[in-house]
């Protein structure tokens, strides 16, 4: 009987180290679980701060991107109004020209108008002194003939 004994005390002493084996293999499994879940999260904590330091990165290239786009339309803006302006300057240097043109030529018809008009004065002057030549001289006709009809009749009567 005591090797009966012995025997339960070793097969319990066995059934003890078993069960001892068996929460620690449990307890190694849930350490390796929890280690490995461990380094998962450590994983996910450093996948997440990657994107986020590449979402960071990548927020940063499209603003600076937007800012170079808005510069460049902002420079192209300036361009398109400094060739508006020299435009508008051309073309208000040309229609000086034009208003300038305009006016020599007005001075010249004015200058042309003012010759004929001349012109005219002298012709209708000189038409004014052959008129009056004219005149004058079939005033003396005139005057001659009266006289010759008033000698003619100081004649008659004599």
Do not use: C, P
């Not at 192209?76 to 400094?82: G, H, I, S, V």
């Not at 300057?89 to 008009?117: H, M, N, P, T, Y």
């Not at 004065?121 to 009809?149: D, Y």
């Amino acid at each position: 009987m005591k090797a009966q004994e012995e025997f339960f005390a070793l097969d319990k002493t066995f059934d003890a180290e078993l069960q001892h084996q068996k929460i620690l293999q449990e307890k190694a499994l849930m350490n390796e679980e929890k280690r490995s879940a461990e380094v998962i999260s450590q994983k996910k904590l450093k996948m997440n701060a990657d994107l986020t330091k590449k979402k960071s990165s990548a927020d940063k290239e499209i603003q600076k991107m937007e800012i170079r786009q808005k510069k460049e339309l902002e420079q192209k803006e300036r361009d398109a109004l400094a060739v508006t302006e020299q435009w508008k300057a051309e073309l208000e240097i040309k229609l000086e020209d034009q208003a300038v043109i305009d006016l020599l030529e007005e001075d010249e018809r004015k200058i042309k108008l003012s010759s004929e008009i001349e012109a005219m004065k002298e012709a209708a002057k000189k038409e004014m002194e052959i008129f009056k030549k004219e005149e004058g001289i079939k005033t003396r006709k005139i005057i001659e003939e009266m006289k010759r009809e008033a000698h003619e009749d100081i004649n008659k009567m004599k």
